[in-house]
Every structure is written in C-alpha cells, then in structure tokens.
C-alpha cells in the first residue's frame, strides 16, 4: 500500500532570508528553523550548535533536551532538570 507523503508547507519570506545569511543566526546554539503543520501532526526543523539539521516533533530529544511541545509559532523543550526552554520564530 502506497503513503501519500505530500504536505504542503509555507515559509514566511523572512525565515528564508534570514536562513541564508550567516550574521542573522547564531550558530553556536540550537536554532529554529521552521515549523511544519500537517494534519497528523507538526513538525520543527532546527539547526543544532554542531551545524546539524534536523526535523522533530513532540518527544523526540536533541542534545540533553526533550521536545515538549510545538504550536503555530515556537518550539517548547525541557531539560533533565525541568528547565523549560521556548525557541520563537523570527519575527519580521
């Protein structure tokens, strides 16, 4: 049996330029650099400090932090003492 894996996405104009100049990330920490909302579920892709990209979604954990939490515009996770940590969106 055959899975429909199309989703259609959208990236704000501002991400994509912002994702192309080096100066407007910082690249030595975990970054946003999008979210992805599918009707099965959202997805995050972030930029780790090693220059890693990956995609996450709830439970999923990079580094010592666990993905809590996602929502239309920030990404949520946790570390192992409960510290709560918020990634935003860059906002134009």
Known sequence: ?????????????IVIENAQEP????????????IFTKPDGSTALIRMANGQIASVTPGD?????TVTALDDNALYLSDRRGRQVVLEMPKG
């Open 1 to 13: 049996m055959a899975t429909d894996t199309t989703t259609e996405t959208t990236t704000n104009p």
């Open 23 to 34: 100066e407007k990330l910082d690249l030595n920490k975990l970054t946003l650099l999008g």
């Open 61 to 65: 954990t990079t580094g010592d932090m």
